[in-house]
């Protein structure tokens, strides 16, 4: 494979050795880019690139390729986002390639919710390829310039890629060989889903090390501030592969309710200082669920603001 230098500064920041910060931003239910904008606005200073989710939880949104764009325009850098769920080989690659026509240089590579979990449960899911397939189809119309039935590119994408892991779904056992096989497949860069059990996130990078993973792939923790300890029992009781101890909903729990807000940002900042320590945690990746306004405080209480500027 070709040595493709891509423009991202989320590549370059990484690169540099500095710790990395990405959030994210869910796309409105209509037509309204103000809405993402609005989002997106509050956190660009405090981040190096910004997600954008493709139709979350399978509920019908503004897509995100369109979404990024909108991003592209206001000199924010966004990730964006795509399932496999929705869309054949033949999409998968022209939507890539309509990113590419607006130098969208991050792309995340997701399986995408089953479509049960959304607001249209008899819609046909896709799934031609899988995420790891969906990495290689990148990778490959990168590297090589070549689509995936072997045709050239004229002006292949340039993007650094990227994919998710989950350090705390079932079987525990199998969760590293996964992360070493999204790896193998070509992934860059990799966003775990959000950790509040810290200790099994920590043996998860520790098995990590071993295989020397940490050394071949950027690894962003995922961090989510917790709004209530009504929260933090629903995601503890009723969110798939999301692993909550009870200590985190004892805490949340033992304050009144006027500052659960408070002691979830509190927590989330704890969070971020800890895993800084850690050898191959290289930066995090916020997702404040409707929330935005609250990363710019938890970027700063972190120690990771200002973020770098780079050539």
Known sequence: MSDVKT???LEKVLASGHQAVTSECGPPRGSDAGEIR???EMIRDHVDAVNITDNQTSVTRLCSLASCIHLKSMGIEPVLQMVVRDRNRIALQSDILGAASFDICNILCLSGDHQAFGDNAQGQNVFDIDSMQLIQTVRRMRDEGRFLGGDEIHRPPRMFVGAAANPFADPFEIRVPRLAKKVAAGAEFIQTQCIYNLEKFEQWMAQARDRGLHEKVAILAG??????????????NRVPGMDVPDEVVKRMSGVAKEKQAQEGIDICVETIQRLKEVEGVRGFHVMAIEWEQKVPEIVERSGLHPRPELD
Not at 223 to 236: H, N, R
């Open 7 to 9: 423009p991202s500064k």
């Open 223 to 236: 961090v989510t501030p917790l709004k209530s300890a009504g929260m933090a029992k629903y995601m503890k």
């Open 38 to 40: 609005n989002k997106a």
